[in-house]
């Protein structure tokens, strides 16, 4: 069973020990890319850059894995979302693990929104739609993707950056 009222009590010490509204500067400039395993690279291509409208912006041979990808989608705002495959490795499934990727949250505007939710009906992706601004599914590969009609730094209406 789980405690809910021990959990929002450590949550309300946590931000209040943590949270600043005087907090400095980010010693970060941004995202440069978050890179993610394909099993199939002309696929992923066409679910990310055809079904989801994020342009490939470039492809090379994978530095650290000779006939590897690495691949990159513009996610906007300056940001990448990456890919590697790695031909001849059994990388297994998708899992949730600890420390690894829960979702992908990307944020678009109201009508791209509403267009890319058409797209996903249209191609018969599944999706949980969790409010009206947000959308769960999932990639060829099983990586989780949230797209969100809130604009960029906020949540469900509240600020978050």
Known sequence: MI?????????????????????PQSSARG????????????????????????????????????????????????????FFDFPGLDVGPYAEVLGGLHHIAISVERPTWERL????????????LESDASIYFRDPDGARLELLADPLGEMYGQPVL
Do not use: C, W
């Open 3 to 23: 405690d809910l009222a021990a959990i929002e009590t450590e949550r309300t010490r946590i931000r209040d020990t943590y949270l600043s509204a005087d907090r």
């Open 117 to 128: 939710r058409g797209k996903l009906d249209a191609a018969g992706v599944p999706y949980q």
């Open 31 to 82: 995202l440069h890319h978050m890179a993610l395993v394909s099993s199939d690279v002309e696929r992923t291509v066409r679910f990310y850059q055809e079904l989801l409208e994020f342009p490939l912006t470039e492809i090379f041979e994978n530095r650290d894995y000779k006939g590897s990808n690495h691949f990159f989608f513009d996610i906007g705002n300056g940001n990448l979302l990456a």
